[in-house]
């Protein structure tokens, strides 16, 4: 997964404009200067969620994220936490060569996860972490 192709999926030029994230560096500096907020429903849009999971996703309460319509940018910790469900969307597509088949499998529970729905164990740094682990491990034929 590269970090253009990153971009791509919370909206390429559409989101960012010419100064589309490219870099671990460009994205660290657009998230701290506020990810558009484009971005997050993009996202939701993505992943088939409804605002009360994609507000828990990114750690606000739904009156939170009712209000981010009338906001121009995300704050750095939602910014970060929407990179963070990006990401792992983007590295589930790659393992599974399909984006309708990595939606499901970021929002079907994983025996390798103990049970586990990806997606709700973004929700943490450390359970992002676990699903990209996994991820990596699927990429490279190990299914433990």
């Known amino acids: 997964m590269t970090q253009a192709a990153l971009s791509q999926v919370l909206g390429g030029r559409k ?22 907020t484009r ?4 996202m939701k849009d993505l992943l088939g969620l409804r605002n009360e999971e994609l507000a828990r996703l990114l750690g606000l309460s739904a009156r939170s994220l009712t209000r981010l319509a009338n906001v121009r940018s995300l704050d750095p910790v ?45 929700a943490t740094d450390a359970g992002a972490r676990e699903v990209e682990t996994l991820l990596g491990r699927m990429e490279h034929g190990v299914y433990t």
Not at 18 to 35: E, F, K, M, N, Y
Not at 102 to 114: G, K
């Open 78 to 122: 939602v910014g970060d936490r929407l990179y963070r469900l990006a990401r792992l969307y983007a590295l589930a597509s790659d393992a599974l060569e399909d984006e309708g088949a990595a939606v499901r499998w970021l929002r079907s529970p994983q025996r390798a996860l103990a049970g586990g729905v990806p997606l709700e164990r973004a």
């Open 39 to 42: 971005a997050a429903f993009l």
């Open 15 to 36: 989101t960012f404009g010419a100064h589309a994230p490219r870099t671990p560096d460009d994205w660290h500096g657009l998230i701290q200067s506020g990810v558009p």
